[in-house]
């Protein structure tokens, strides 16, 4: 039942069940959507705490570009639902993420360089010092739109 909800395979299922596997971001996030849950619940072990501060060397890097880009899991508030991002990526990479659960809103910072947003068949530029935001309960996708290194932060908030 769990392989039909999140469409992912039995065999990985059984196999991240056993330890023997490593899930993409794609796979976790399908995972968390299929238990209606957020990521950081879903990768998380402890309950949350009045104050929590998650240093920045601990936050688990859930995505790694060809060259040398990260997708950073900074922090999550999961009786929120919400997660903030840290992602760097360098020309050429891009992350394609599937349709998230119905209702699930991300919005982008762009700090450096110029994010191309791939939404509904077409690309969105969002240049440094701007946002963007938009519905994620459709495939969408980010890479650099030029030449430079993009640094972005991405805040999640998974619909109840």
């Known amino acids: ?3 039909a909800r999140s469409g992912v395979s039995k ?3 059984v196999a991240l069940e056993q330890g023997r596997g490593n899930p993409s ?3 976790l996030c399908r995972l968390s959507d ?3 849950t957020t990521l950081t619940s879903l990768i998380g072990t402890d309950d949350e705490p009045a104050v929590a501060v998650v240093e920045g060397d601990r936050a688990p ?3 790694r570009g060809e060259a040398g880009g990260t997708g ?4 999550g508030i999961q009786t929120a639902g919400l997660e903030v991002w840290r992602w760097r990526m360098e020309p ?6 599937d349709a998230h659960a119905a209702g699930t809103l991300e919005l982008a910072v762009v700090f450096d360089g110029v994010l191309r947003l791939g939404y509904d068949g077409q690309a969105v530029d969002v240049p440094a010092g701007s946002a963007v935001h938009f519905r994620s309960d459709r495939p969408h996708s ?9 640094l972005f932060a991405l805040v999640v908030v998974v619909a109840p």
């Not at 950073?72 to 922090?75: E, G, H, I, S, T």
């Not at 050429?92 to 993420?97: C, I, L, M, Q």
């Not at 980010?142 to 993009?150: F, I, K, M, N, W």
Request: net charge negative.
């Open 1 to 3: 039942m769990l392989s």
């Open 72 to 75: 950073v899991l900074l922090a």
């Open 25 to 27: 971001l794609g796979t």
């Open 142 to 150: 980010y890479a650099p739109a030029d030449e430079g290194t993009l």
């Open 34 to 36: 299929a238990f209606g």
């Open 61 to 63: 890097v859930l995505w």
């Open 11 to 13: 065999g990985v299922l």
């Open 92 to 97: 050429g990479e891009v992350h394609s993420s």
